[in-house]
Antibody
């Protein structure tokens, strides 16, 4: 069974930094692209960014709203993806989900974690 | 990259069919057959319903189907059930190798 477990959320002051983790199990993590998607309270889903597998050179891409502030990385030896968030703004407050990038199902977000809450507030 | 356009809400009675539209541009929905749809119940993570415009993952009901014409994709749910009441989101691959979501549609089963 595919499992994704996010951790690392919490309360951070504006301008601060935080690193989220996504621990994966139940599938060949090294063979899957990984995405981060966020959702502010009562709002819709927003794609944050992705990192491809080693086969695609660990390429990253980001939404314009986070580019230059957020960095996605991965550790295939520990089956974990990361989202490093710097220069945080109040508008970054959201539940952050990690998802697989079409591991079994085309160009989709086929498996999701339960999410971790980031609150940016003074 | 602007969000894809979905109706804010749709409704239907049990047993009826509903269709949710998702309108983008030639840079996303119209340019690729890489539209996917997600169902989200309150307080839960989204669940994949449709991938690559028309395909259902294993375990998703046959009552759910997807299609696309030009820059607009559609999700149809037939034989509406109370459990279908949820928020629905479309997503597309884009020319920038990024992804974009629609604003979401709240489905109410009357």
């Amino acid at each position: 069974e595919v499992q994704l477990v996010e951790s690392g959320g919490g309360l951070v002051q504006p301008g601060g930094s935080l690193k989220l983790s996504c621990a994966a199990s139940g599938f060949t993590f090294s063979g899957s692209g990984m995405h981060w998607v966020r959702q502010a309270s009562g709002k819709g889903l927003e794609w944050v960014g992705r990192i491809t597998s080693k086969a695609s050179s660990y390429a990253t891409a980001y939404a314009a709203s986070v580019k230059g502030r957020f960095t996605i990385s991965r550790d295939d030896s520990n089956n974990t993806a990361y989202l490093q968030m710097n220069s945080l703004k109040t508008e970054d407050t959201a539940v952050y989900y990690c998802t697989t990038g079409g591991y079994n199902y085309g160009y989709s977000f086929d498996y999701w974690g339960q999410g971790t809450l980031l609150t940016v507030s003074s | 990259q602007s969000a894809l356009t979905q109706p804010a809400s749709v409704s239907g009675s049990p047993g009826q069919s509903i269709t949710i539209s998702c309108t983008g541009t030639s840079s996303d929905v119209g340019g690729y057959n890489y539209v996917s749809w997600y169902q989200q119940h309150p307080g839960k993570a989204p669940k994949l319903l449709i991938y690559d415009v028309t395909n259902r993952p294993s375990g998703v009901s046959y009552r759910v189907s997807g299609s696309k014409s030009g820059n607009t994709a559609s999700l149809t749910i037939s034989g509406l059930q109370a459990a279908d009441e949820a928020d629905y989101y479309c997503s597309s691959y884009t020319t920038s190798s990024t992804r974009v979501f629609g604003g979401g549609t709240k489905l109410t089963v009357l």
